[in-house]
């Protein structure tokens, strides 16, 4: 699917967010594996679930045809900082829903474009009949929540000793969900 682009300008940056194209795809590639190497947030460590040139270009027309899809990308200039995508599912029991992930450039925090990424999807959700938004986040990372939280997002579950990160310790993920109208 597609959206509109738009404008923000946040503590003096301007940026856009607007949809993935194709030819996005080497940025996204060089730029995902860049952000695994930042955070521990992510799934991923640097490197490991690499997606080549080929496969970020297959993701987008797939996503920009599928209208339970949206792959969205935020732009500083020319240059891709961020990027999030919402994947659904066109099995009958699960098509009132979608899974939202985000990844931005550290250097980009605090310019709400993580956040703005989200509204971006929460207003194609509304728009498109979707009735649910669900994510994962590791519940160290407690800007992230309280930030979900105040966009109408629900705890709706934990998954104990989830992830191990580097420190050797284990860490649970929180499941949440923001349903389109109301409480879950």
Same mark, same amino acid.
């Given at each position: 699917?597609?959206?509109?682009?738009?404008?923000?300008?946040?503590?003096?940056?301007?940026?856009?967010?607007?949809?993935?194209?194709?030819?996005?795809?080497?940025?996204?590639?060089?730029?995902?594996?860049?952000?695994?190497?930042?955070?521990?947030? +992510?799934?991923?460590?640097? !490197?490991? @679930?690499?997606?080549?040139?080929?496969?970020? =270009?297959? $993701?987008?027309? /797939? *996503?920009?045809?599928?209208?339970?899809?949206?792959?969205?990308?935020?732009?500083?200039?020319?240059?891709?900082?961020?990027?999030?995508?919402?994947?659904?599912?066109?099995?009958?029991?699960?098509?009132?829903?979608?899974?939202?992930?985000?990844?931005? +450039?550290?250097?980009?925090? !605090?310019? @709400?474009?993580?956040?703005?990424?989200?509204? =971006?999807? $929460?207003?194609? /959700? *509304?728009?498109?009949?979707?009735?649910?938004?669900?994510?994962?986040?590791?519940?160290?990372?407690?800007?992230?929540?309280?930030?979900?939280?105040?966009?109408?997002?629900?705890?709706?579950?934990?998954?104990?000793?989830?992830?191990?990160?580097?420190?050797?310790?284990?860490?649970?993920?929180?499941?949440?969900?923001?349903?389109?109208?109301?409480?879950?």
């Amino acid at each position: 699917m597609i959206i509109i682009k738009q404008e923000f300008n946040v503590n003096g940056l301007n940026y856009t967010i607007r949809s993935a194209i194709e030819a996005d795809a080497t940025a996204l590639s060089e730029l995902r594996l860049h952000i695994d190497g930042e955070t521990e947030y +992510l799934d991923r460590e640097q !490197g490991e @679930g690499f997606i080549d040139v080929p496969g970020f =270009e297959q $993701m987008i027309r /797939a *996503d920009t045809e599928q209208t339970r899809n949206l792959f969205l990308v935020a732009t500083v200039g020319e240059r891709i900082v961020g990027f999030s995508r919402c994947e659904g599912s066109h099995l009958n029991r699960l098509s009132h829903k979608v899974e939202f992930g985000v990844c931005v +450039l550290q250097d980009f925090w !605090g310019y @709400g474009i993580g956040k703005n990424l989200l509204r =971006e999807s $929460m207003g194609w /959700a *509304d728009s498109s009949g979707i009735k649910k938004i669900t994510l994962a986040v590791l519940e160290a990372n407690e800007k992230a929540i309280k930030l979900y939280k105040n966009l109408g997002f629900e705890v709706e579950g934990l998954l104990k000793k989830d992830k191990i990160l580097s420190d050797g310790n284990y860490y649970n993920t929180i499941l949440m969900g923001r349903f389109m109208g109301g409480s879950l």
